[in-house]
């Protein structure tokens, strides 16, 4: 049978995306703030120099467009571990475009200036400062200051050659004509970049395709300038557990560049996870990266930066393709046994487990059946002795969790005695 006729795909029913190419600068790409955004966690560890390296060089490998390597106004360390970062990307010749995240301040602004000169080479100024009503409340701003702050700001990086990205924090939950009045100021500085930001996990879906409606098809055309002559991103957080759901929604209202973070690391309840970002828009057929190495980056991340792995958490947690339930497992080794990795890897699986480095496992436990301990023996070698099966059944079924290899094969032992 044809594989496509094994799987009814409702996703797709009365679905399609139009992206007229003609109206963007690019196509979509994605920006990985694991470095910078992502590090803001409470509970997050600022890896070392070499540990940051080896992760950039994943970035490159799986093909990640931009990535943010921290936040020079936080002080020397901050700035020298951007430089290395920035002598290694130089060094191997990476695609990997740099950028910096800058507080509409000109001391932020500053060690971008030397850096770019001394590598040669663009770095983007992520110039963020807030708008919604609530901060301007708590910060006594007005709109009149705030305007002039980006003024100030966005001058000087323009004068000095480095290019703007103005981020506008808590954007979901700003008005429209603020919104409207310091994006267009920026525009009209020289800001060729503009980054839309869910900075407290707020928004949902529809409100993501609303704003960016608005931004589309009122705020750059009112500025005098072209669609396509303006990179979108769009930048999420977790509060809700929306960050997923939202970046797919960003990539259907027409951004040009998803934010997100590894393992989905960063303050609070944390950023978009880029890793789960990246595995559903392959899915979908929107991208067509290479993410067989997503996985061992998802376990570098979580090594280096500390950050939590959940044994349920989506495709890279322990238990992700893990089945010890009698019904499951069997319907996956029958699989296996047709010698069809294709089917073995979506018979009870959403997600296929080879494209992204990893496998189906087979465990065995208090609801696995005899076709689990028959799938182990084999895999390990072992003869299938029947008075053996039915013993590793027994042991199993008064188990109170899954079994060990290490217990398994104890087992195999205790009956050869």
Sequence with gaps: MEEDNLIFDWNSVDYEIIRNEKQHPHDLWFDDETLRDGLQSPTAKNPSIEQKIELIDFMEKLGIQKVDLGLPGAGPQHIGHIDEMLEHMGNMDYKLRPGCAVRTVISDIEPLVNLQSKHEREIQASAFLGTSPIRQYAENWTMKKILETAENAVTYAIDNDIPVMFVTEDTTRSKPEDIKNVYSRALELGADRLCICDTCGHVTPNGVKKLLSFIQEEVIPDSGVKRRDIEINWHGHQDRGLGVANNIAAYESGADVIHGTALGVGERAGNAPLDQTLVNLSLMGVIRNDLSSLNEYMRKANEYIEVALPHNYPVFGKDAFETGTGVHASAVVKAMKKGDNWLADRVYSGVPAGKFGLEQKIRIGHM?????????????????????????????KNQSKMMSDKELHAAVKSFKL
């Design 368 to 396: 696995s059946g005899r076709s689990n301990i028959i799938y182990w023996l084999e895999k390990n070698n072992y003869d299938v002795d029947d008075g053996l099966v039915e013993q590793m059944f027994e042991m199993a």
